[in-house]
Structures are given as structure tokens and as C-alpha cells.
């Protein structure tokens, strides 16, 4: 069964997504995500000028060989934009194989392992009251777990608060924002936003205390700080929020820089989560082996697949470390439907972000995976579960998007 069309479908619905399409000589399609947020094009060039042409005439059995093929044969190895479409590539190859054996994807990854993925949303507000709202409202939804942002006083606009001035990008085109919260807007360059670290140390345990006291001791309750610490500041973060008992704290200084994630580890108990903005197994082994982190975050769609993606959590594995895959409504429903087979076939299944898609998303990617009682299951379907749309995408075009930067009070960069 041999490779006989490769086509990159780049296409807007309510944001930008980059869709690899794989069709064998036989008629079999298969699907993959190499969404790249804010840098789309660079991953939609890279598939089409130098990856697509390498295709044509594979075995698309031979998707372990493959993957190698272009990861070691393109020399430059690893980085977003490779690896985002190495996974494009390697899921959609998974999707024809079990499309033609017959059977949903986890099948080929060793069968159910549990019998849903617990899940955790979105809770956002600019203050209190609107957060709690926020809360109660994905509790009714079903949501088990919450993760929790908040608006920073000084602050006009903060990461992850659907609220937040620069946070309605995607409602532009008809999204939700509550659901589908996209802070990539569509400028012709990034919109600044500003941050007070002091502000956020002082401001964050309130924010916990709070919600403790109003939602009780139970519910699983997370947080992400998005690179935005030094280790000292991280440490101190993590050591204020240990009372409130959070599931984790993610990403909370930047991980280039792996030794610096000892020195928050040692001052406190919070679980740790990173990963994200990882793109291969060399990026996490200091992390593994000296277990400084307990949650692995990084997604199929920029991790180089189903298969590099499954390597990484066997080697959390060994020490006793999770997964928990980062799903925000950027990655596209492909990636998504492969974390959730990958995600049910896995023995260290931790969590799973889930942001849910808007209608207008669902339009292009029609999705048999299903959300009830806080729990994600896959499609039932052969492959992935996933089909794309071509009548409803051609209504899309793409659109250029930036993420925001961010700068401290006296006009420094810092990370946003």
C-alpha cells in the first residue's frame, strides 16, 4: 500500500489549523495535525516544500521507518516546525493503518487501558465572582477537574482569562470565548501585553484560598504560571500554594534551562507539570532521571507524533511520572482524537486538558470522540474518528495571527 496524494490543508475556522492528508494508492485517507499557533505557515511550508515530495511512493505501513526517515534524514533534527510535522505525518499514517485493519486506533496501540480520560477545563475571570461563575459553570458541564486563571489587579489583560482584553480573538470569527479562548489576534503584529511578577506572587494564594473556601477540599484544582517565573520565584510560588493542595502547577519557569527546575523542586511539594513547548524525548531525560517533574505536557501534534509521543511517556514510566497532554482548542480535533487513543492505550495516564472546539471548528473536523461525566473517550470508528470537510474549510481562509509578548512595568521583554 503505497503513498499516492499528500495534501497540506491549511484552513480558519474561528483560528488557524494546519491539516496534513495522506491518500494511498487504494483509496485509505488519514489525517494529521501540525498546527504551529502563530507560526502556521512556517509548518504548512516546511509539509509541502519538503516533506510532502518525500512521500509519494512510501509503504505507508512502515510508519516506524518513516518517522526515522525524516527526523534523522533531514540532518537539522528537532524544533517546533519539524517536529509538529513529523507528527503530521506519523498520525495520519496511524490513522490509514487502523483504517485498515479495521479498527479504532488505541486498538493498535495495546487496547484499553482505562475506560475514559479524566479530563479538566478552563476556569477564567477577570475577578472573583466572575471566576467562580466560571467554575460552577464547568461543574454543571461535568468538568471534574479545573484549571484556574485570574485577572492580576494593575493587570488589564493576563494569560488564560477568557475575559481579558486580548483574549477574543477567536470570537472574531465566531467562536466561543469561553471555550475556544484563542489570545492569538489577528494584527499585523502581536499585541503587548504588560506583567508584574510581585503582583502575581501576592495576588495567586488569595485566588486559591478563595476557591478552596467556596468548592471544598475535593475538587482537583490546577494552574498554570506559563514560563513566567525565575526558579526562586517558581519555588516561592509553589510553597505558597502547597496549602491549598493543587493537582499541579504548570509550567512554572522556563525549561530550557533544566537544572532550574531542582531548585524549585526542592522548596516544595507542589506537583510540578511542563512540557508543552517540548518537542522531543532528549528534552525531558535530566527531567526523568532526576525526577524534578511529575506530569508530562507536551501534545502529539508537537511532539513528533503517536509514536514519539508513546516513547517519551514509557520513559516517564519508569519513574513514575504521568501524562498530561496539553489539548487548548490549538491543536486541532486530529491532534486531539490521537491523544485520547494514545491517552486510553498508555499504563501512566495522569490527565487531559480538554478545551472544547466551537461549532464553527466542528464544521471542518467532524469528530466522533466523546465528552460525558468529566471523562474523554475515543471514537469507536477505524482510525482516528476524525473526518475533514473540504465544503466547510473552503469558507475559512487562513487569516495571520500573532500571540501576544509581554513586557514587565519598565518596557523589558519578558515571557509571556
Do not use: C
Amino acid at each position: 500500500m503505497r503513498i499516492a496524494n499528500v495534501e497540506v490543508l491549511v484552513s480558519s475556522p474561528g483560528r488557524n489549523f494546519v491539516t496534513l492528508r495522506i491518500t494511498t494508492d487504494d483509496g485509505v485517507v488519514g489525517l494529521g495535525d501540525a498546527t504551529l499557533n502563530g507560526r502556521e505557515l512556517a509548518a504548512a511550508a516546511y509539509l509541502t516544500e519538503h516533506v510532502a515530495p518525500l512521500l509519494i511512493g512510501r509503504d505507508a505501513h512502515q510508519i516506524e521507518d518513516t518517522w526515522q526517515y525524516l527526523y534523522r534524514g533531514a540532518y537539522w533534527r528537532r524544533g517546533p516546525v519539524t517536529m509538529a510535522s513529523i507528527a503530521a505525518v506519523d498520525t495520519a499514517l496511524w490513522d490509514i493503518k487502523a483504517k485498515v485493519a479495521g479498527l479504532p486506533l488505541y486498538q493498535l496501540l495495546g487496547g484499553k487501558s482505562r475506560s475514559g480520560l479524566l479530563v479538566y477545563g478552563h476556569a477564567s475571570g477577570a475577578e472573583l465572582p466572575e471566576l467562580f461563575d466560571s467554575i460552577h459553570e464547568h461543574l454543571d458541564e461535568g468538568y471534574r477537574a479545573v484549571r484556574v486563571q485570574t485577572g492580576i489587579p494593575g493587570l488589564p489583560s493576563v494569560y488564560g482569562v477568557a475575559s481579558s482584553r486580548n483574549a477574543s480573538a477567536g470570537a472574531d470569527a465566531g467562536s466561543d470565548t469561553r471555550y475556544d479562548y484563542e489570545p492569538a489576534r489577528r494584527n499585523a503584529i502581536p499585541v503587548e501585553e504588560t506583567w508584574d511578577t510581585r503582583a502575581y506572587l501576592r495576588h495567586a494564594p488569595t485566588v486559591f484560598d478563595a476557591v478552596r473556601n467556596e468548592f471544598g477540599p475535593e475538587l482537583p484544582l490546577l494552574h498554570d504560571a506559563h514560563h513566567r517565573l525565575t526558579p526562586i520565584q517558581a519555588a516561592k510560588l509553589g510553597k505558597s500554594l502547597e496549602p491549598y493542595d493543587l493537582f499541579w502547577l504548570e509550567d512554572v519557569t522556563p525549561a530550557e534551562n533544566q537544572d532550574a527546575l531542582r531548585r524549585v523542586r526542592e522548596h516544595t511539594t507542589t506537583p510540578l507539570a511542563i512540557g508543552e513547548v517540548f518537542n522531543t524525548i532528549w528534552d525531558y531525560k535530566q527531567l526523568f532521571e532526576e525526577q524534578l517533574i511529575d506530569y508530562v505536557r507536551s501534545p502529539v501534534t508537537h511532539a513528533g507524533g503517536i509514536t514519539a509521543l508513546r516513547r517519551i511517556f514509557d520513559y516517564a514510566a519508569v519513574y513514575q511520572i504521568k501524562s498530561g497532554v496539553h489539548g487548548p482548542t490549538d491543536v486541532s480535533p486530529v491532534g486531539l482524537a490521537a491523544a485520547i487513543h494514545l491517552g486510553i492505550a498508555i499504563p501512566n495516564f495522569g490527565i487531559q486538558e480538554y478545551m472544547q472546539h466551537s461549532p464553527v471548528t466542528h464544521e471542518v473536523f467532524e469528530t466522533t470522540y466523546t465528552f460525558s461525566d468529566g471523562m474523554l473517550a475515543p471514537s469507536e470508528a477505524p482510525g482516528l474518528g476524525v473526518d475533514y470537510n473540504d465544503e466547510a474549510a473552503s469558507a475559512f481562509a487562513y487569516a495571520g495571527a500573532y500571540l501576544p509578548v509581554n513586557r514587565l512595568l519598565d518596557g523589558s521583554m519578558h515571557d509571556w
